[in-house]
């Protein structure tokens, strides 16, 4: 049984840098994309404060499909190009939304989200996997900070799971 150790730190550098350690000892060793996904959200969502929801949606070759998260049940798919996600995934640029309300074409999944952070996941060859989102009930709850260890987390999942790299692995 994987126990993460909690972190007791207000320093978020610090904090991501020990969630990507951790991350990378619970994926390492598991071939299961799934499996990895349920925990990694797992861990993430016990790990830090102010999040009401935080999860994948992968992509199916049309649209995005939830996958594993934790929180409340969620919209199950999410076309190329709208809400957060869907903006997150076309532009390839992580979406920091300070006020999700404030947000044209926000796909409101949660009545309590305030805030948002969406990082598109690629293999780094044009080829979209999905995207990580995580919501808060608290208004500009992510920073640049949250911004870089989020984007540090997604690059170690896809590291040890990108199905791509992985295939060519087998
Ligand atoms: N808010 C997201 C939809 C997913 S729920 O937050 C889980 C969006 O606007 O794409």
Not at 130 to 138: E, K
Request: aromatic share 10%.
């Amino acid at each position: 049984m994987f126990e993460a150790p909690s972190i007791s730190t207000s320093d978020k550098p610090t904090l991501y840098r020990e969630l990507v350690n951790q991350a990378r000892a619970l994926m390492t060793g598991e071939r299961d994309r799934v499996a990895n996904a349920a925990n990694f959200a797992a861990l993430v969502y016990h790990a830090l404060p102010q999040v009401n929801w935080c999860g994948f949606y992968f992509f199916d070759g049309h649209e995005l499909v939830v996958g594993p998260f934790q929180g409340k049940p969620a919209c199950l798919r999410i076309a190329l190009g709208k809400g957060v996600c869907g903006t997150a995934a076309t532009t390839k640029q992580t979406q920091l939304v300070a006020d999700v309300h404030a947000f044209p074409g926000h796909i409101p999944c949660d009545s309590a989200s305030e805030s948002e952070v969406v990082v598109p996941m690629y293999d780094g060859h044009d080829f979209l996997i999905g995207v990580w989102d995580v919501d808060s009930p608290v208004l500009n709850r992510f920073d640049d900070d949250d911004r870089r260890g989020m984007e540090a987390l997604v690059e170690v999942w896809i590291e040890l799971n990108d199905p791509t790299r992985f295939e060519a692995a087998a």
